[in-house]
């Protein structure tokens, strides 16, 4: 709802959409002037200011994030973007929803477990297999000579 400052209502007419993680509401504000913009983001509430012009919504269904907030003024909208503090789907821009969060207390994150085994040296084993392997012979392994052995073979075979 606008409100002006002599108390009269206007209806300001303005929409919203949501992801699990984010919500977004369009106010239309036809020429609004970004010097004269201003909104004030809380944990359950919004407000959007344009000189006389006042959209408050409270409590709003969930609760967001007010330092990853933020709003852009464009030539027709304003776009306000809210980060909910809880992932999932409000369903409503406004609403008397229990606050799942105001009791919410978050749990230390557990440290990483780090290993104190050593580092497998994988290129010394590589060249340590390398290495080990003895040189096979064409008897042992008739591809082992390549065009060499194939000419010796032949060279036999014909004479």
Not at 35 to 45: A, D, G, T
Not at 88 to 100: E, F, K, M, Q
Not at 143 to 159: I, R
């Given at each position: ?30 020429g ?17 200011q ?13 609760q ?13 909208k ?64 008739p ?17």
């Open positions: 709802m606008w409100q002006l400052s002599d108390s009269q209502v206007h209806t300001g007419k303005h929409e919203f959409y949501e992801t699990d993680e984010t919500l977004t509401i369009a106010i239309f504000d036809r609004a002037d970004p010097e004269q913009v201003s909104v004030k983001f809380l944990p359950r509430e919004l407000t959007y344009n000189g006389d012009k006042v959209l408050s919504q409270q409590p709003l269904k969930g967001i994030d007010p330092s990853k907030c933020d709003f852009v003024v464009g030539k027709v304003v776009e306000v973007r809210l980060r909910k503090a809880a992932y999932g789907r409000w369903g409503a821009l406004v609403g008397d929803a229990p606050d799942v969060l105001a009791n919410y207390t978050v749990a230390p994150t557990p440290r990483p477990v780090t290993s104190t085994s050593k580092r497998k040296n994988w290129e010394g084993i590589t060249t340590e297999i390398l290495s080990s392997d003895k040189e096979r012979t064409t008897e042992e392994d591809n082992v000579g390549g065009d060499s052995t194939c000419q010796c073979f032949l060279s036999e075979d014909l004479c």
